[in-house]
Each structure stands twice: as C-alpha cells, then as structure tokens.
C-alpha cells in the first residue's frame, strides 16, 4: 500500500511537470512566432525584392527606390544618391533616407500596378513597375 502511495505521489509530480512544460513550451513558442508571422504579413515585404520601383512623389519629382531584404536601399534620380535604410510595420514600412534625414512611416496601399504610400490620409509617394 505504501508503494502505490509513493507511486501515486510521483506520477502526480511528473504530470504537474509535464503540464508546466507543456504551458512554457506553447508560452515561449507563441511569443517567438507572433512578431515574425505579423511582420512577414506587411506589405513592406512585397517591395523589398531588390527590384527598382518608380517613385512619384507627391509634388511629381520622379526617382527609383530599390529595398533590399535586410533592411537597406538604394534611391536614385535626386540630386545625390542616397542609402536608405527600412523597417517592416504591420500596415505598411519606415524609411529613413540618410544619416540626417528623419524616419518617415506610411502605410502601403495595393494599386493597379504597384503601391501607394499614405500618411494620415495623404499620398506621399506612388510606387510602379
């Protein structure tokens, strides 16, 4: 009787124990994949294929913008080149063209053949191929 006591005792440890390994194991699993699966899903990822896109601004000044996929570019037809450098947000993408010039984010809208680039409402740019 004694025996089946401590048995009894132990597989209620060794199953406490696998409940909270099990509970760690999907805690530490949801935290890991969450973030990557909500950046994969930014349209940001569309443009970054290391292709040249036509770049209108919203005052009709044309460039081409190239996105790499670790997080650096390359725009060009302005008046020097510039390096930028990217970031992935949920709706969209943040550029930040060179070392003195601030960080823009805008979200990315789908277009007949390219994407549009919005801030509060607003077309900033236009991207085509």
Do not use: H
């Not at 940001?44 to 009709?60: F, H, V």
């Not at 550029?95 to 409402?121: D, F, H, W």
């Amino acid at each position: 009787m004694k025996d089946a006591l401590t048995n009894c005792r132990r597989s209620g440890q060794v199953n406490r124990f696998v409940i909270l390994i099990s509970v760690l194991t999907t805690f530490v699993m949801g935290i890991s994949v969450a973030p990557v699966m909500a950046e994969q899903m930014s349209p940001a990822y569309n443009i970054t294929d290391g292709r040249p896109w036509k770049m209108t601004m919203d005052d009709g000044r044309v460039t081409t913008l190239v996105l790499f996929e670790n997080g650096k570019g390359k725009m060009t037809g302005g008046p020097v080149e510039l390096s930028p450098k990217w970031r992935a947000t949920p709706d969209g993408l943040c550029l930040k063209p060179g070392t003195l010039l601030p960080e823009r984010c805008v979200q990315l809208v789908r277009s007949n053949n390219g994407y549009i680039g919005m801030r509060a409402g607003e077309q900033l740019f236009k991207l085509e191929r």
